[in-house]
Every structure is written in C-alpha cells, then in structure tokens.
C-alpha cells in the first residue's frame, strides 16, 4: 500500500506543478508571446515573405558598343527571360554604374564593340556581366540569363557553321551531349522550400527556451522577495519538479509542433513527402530535448534577458551548422562538434531528410537516436542544475532566517 501511496503522491505533486506553471505561462506576457504568438505568426511572416520562391524581373541596364544585330538579338532573348528586364541603356559604363549605386539597377550587360566581329571571325566573343552581390537572389538570376543566352546563341551559330543537311544533325551539332535540368528535393528550385523548412524546426527550440528561460528567470526574481515563503510540499522531489514542468511544456508544444511541421508547410506549398508516423517519431524526441536542453539553460543563465540575448545572438550560426544552408562536409570538425550540443542540429537534418527529400525513418535513425540520447541527457542535467537551485535557495531561506534570529536577540 505505501508502494501505491508513494505513486499517488507522486501523481499529485507532478499535477500540482503542472498546473503552477501553466498558470504562470498564462499570466506572464513574455512567456506568452514566446510560446504561442511567436510560433503562430513568426513562420506565416517567413513562409509569406518567401512564398514567391524566386526572383524575377530583377532590373539590369546595358551598354551596348557592338549596336548590331546580334548584339540587339542577345539583348532580346535576355528581356525574354523570365528572370531579368532591361530597364535601362546607359551610354557608357560609368552611367550604368551610376545606376547601380542608386539602386535602380541591379547588374549591368556589357556588349563590347568587337563582340559582332568577332563571332564573324569565328573567335570567341566576350559579354561582360556586373551584378550587385548584396543579395544572391539576384545576382543568380542576372548571371544565370546571361550565361544561358550564350549559350544558346552559341549553339544556333554552331549549327550554322555545321554544314548540317537535316534536322537531326543540326540538333546533335548543336548540342552533342544534351542534359535535362530536373531540381529535386525543390521542385520550384525558390529560396523557400530550400531553407524554411529548417527555419520552422529551428524555431521550435528557440521559442521554447526563450519561454523556459523567461519563466524560470521571473520566478528567480518573485523569490528575492519571497524568500520566507516555506517550502510546499509539492516541491520536495526533484523527478516531480522536473516532470511537472516538462508535461506543461509538452503540452504547449505538442500543439505548436503540429502547426509547425504539419500544418504551415502545406498552407504555403513546401514539400511534405513524410508521413505523419515518421514526423511523430521525430519530433516527439526532438521536442522533449529542446524542453530539457530549455531548462538546463534556464538555470544557467541568471537573469530572463539574458536568455533573449543569447538565443537571438546564436540562431543564424545554429542554422548553418545545421548543413542546410552550408554543406556539412565543409563545416570543420571543431564546430560540428559545438553543434552536437544543441538538439536542433540532428532535428532539423532528420525533418529535412524525411519532409523534404523522402526519407524515411530507417534512413535517419543516427539522427533518431541521438535525439533520444540528448533528451536522457539532458533531463539528467536538468534534475542536477533543478536540485542544486533548491538546495542553494534552501541554503539562502536558513541564511536570512539565521539573520532575523541574530537581530531579534540584538533587540
């Protein structure tokens, strides 16, 4: 009976905690906007933001010195592109950099004068491209126009110069070797359904410890000046402690996560080839990880702002690491060793793989189960840095009681 006593009390404690920290996730504001306001608009901004996927009509002005009749033909199959449009022609170089600096353009076509003489020489001409490298969007639409018109206007002036008699030979002249560009894992081959998908992952450990670190940085500051509150019985365990408070946040995020990974992809046309079990199986180790991985962090930074700080300050750096954005392969051994710390390094390239390329749960079990090993891990820390909080605020309780005693009998 005392086996069953002790589980009833356990049970209770644990609920008991539960229901203080909802409480507290209600009556905080910052606790609030990091985890509901935040996960529910933050990624409809992102994924609204880069719904159109790619660039197009990105401004280029030319300067045109050849003004013949190939060199205008070049020019009207780049305006003819669906990715650039001509919207100056600028006498010189000087005025079409002119343009640039003022932002009116963002790359610059120059057609040199010897361009029509030298392809009726048969030597290789040259056509100059200037892009605007702030934003790589563009400047992969500018160069990329370009460099497919060359290379078709190469290929008609080689069938040309073939002495082809039929259509066939005319075709293998032209291109000896064809190919077929076929973007996979991207169907629209956008910025979007690139890098979002791990931007959506990597919110979900970012809201999460903000939250964490936020409400355990506001009960650290209630508890200056509660010092000589005694200590309620539904916080003698540690494993209650800890396990109260995750439920609560469990429950929170199991319902952020479905709108995260489930419900925004398919809103904006991402990729979503996996299936509901395989993205179960993912996230349910992945979230209780960031829970923890959240409380670890809440008792070790001191105070609530310097959790914002810190999580703001390393969310671009955790999302290259992931190998997302930048390939894994040249990422050097000491950083992808820092990754390993943070769960959302195995969580994202586990839902990329799965989402995004078809994987499926078999192909990502190294992720799966570091995952796993994260979340013992770090609710291991978490009952540590949880019990030596206690013991030090226990210590801070006697202290200042010792302190009363002192002055009373000095009265």
Not at 178 to 200: H, N, Q
Not at 306 to 333: C, D, E, K, R, Y
Request: charged share 15%; proline share 4%.
């Amino acid at each position: 009976m005392s086996i069953f006593r002790n589980v009833h009390e356990a049970l209770t404690d644990a609920a008991f905690i539960w229901r203080e920290e909802m409480r507290q996730v209600v009556k905080d504001e910052g606790v609030l906007i990091f985890f509901i306001l935040v996960p529910l608009f933050y990624p409809l901004l992102y994924s609204w933001i880069y719904n159109n996927e790619t660039v197009r009509d990105v401004p280029v002005a030319v300067v045109d010195q050849s003004h013949t009749s190939r060199s205008r033909q070049f020019l009207r199959m780049c305006e003819a592109s669906p990715d650039v449009h001509l919207a100056y022609y600028a006498q010189d170089l000087d005025e079409a950099r002119s343009l640039v600096s003022r932002q009116l353009v963002r790359g610059i076509y120059l057609l040199p004068a010897d361009f029509d003489d030298r392809l009726s020489r048969m030597e290789q001409a040259t056509v100059s491209v200037y892009c605007d490298m702030s934003l790589m969007l563009t400047y992969k639409a500018i160069y990329q126009t370009a460099q497919y018109v060359s290379m078709e206007m190469g290929s008609q002036l080689r069938t040309r110069l073939s002495g082809s008699y039929t259509t066939r030979e005319e075709v293998v002249a032209a291109r000896p070797l064809d190919y077929a560009d076929v973007p996979i894992f991207s169907p629209s081959g956008g910025y979007g359904s690139f890098v979002l998908p791990a931007v959506l992952i990597l919110i979900l450990q970012q809201t999460l410890v903000l939250g964490i670190g936020l409400s355990a940085g506001t009960a650290r500051e209630q508890n200056r000046y509660r010092q000589l509150i005694p200590v309620n019985r539904h916080y003698n365990g540690i494993f209650r402690i800890v396990g109260g408070k995750a439920l609560a946040y469990l429950m929170i995020y199991a319902i952020m996560g479905i709108w995260l990974v489930a419900v925004v992809p398919r809103l904006f046309n991402f990729p979503h080839l996996a299936t509901w079990q395989s993205l179960l199986a993912i996230m349910v180790p992945y979230i209780l990880a960031c829970i923890f991985f959240g409380m670890v962090v809440s008792c070790i930074v001191r105070y609530r702002e310097n959790v914002m700080l810190l999580m703001v300050f390393i969310s671009v750096p955790l999302l290259f690491v992931t190998g997302v954005s930048w390939p894994q392969s040249n990422i050097p051994a000491f950083w992808q060793g820092v990754s390993w710390v943070f769960p959302s390094t195995f969580g994202v390239r586990a839902y990329v793989r799965m989402n995004s390329m078809g994987a499926t749960l078999g192909d990502v079990i190294t992720e799966y189960r570091v995952l796993w090993l994260q979340t013992f891990i770090y609710f291991c820390l978490a009952c540590a840095v949880y019990r030596y909080q206690i013991l030090l605020s226990r210590q801070e309780v006697r202290e200042r009681l010792n302190e009363m005693k002192h002055h009373q009998v000095a009265e």
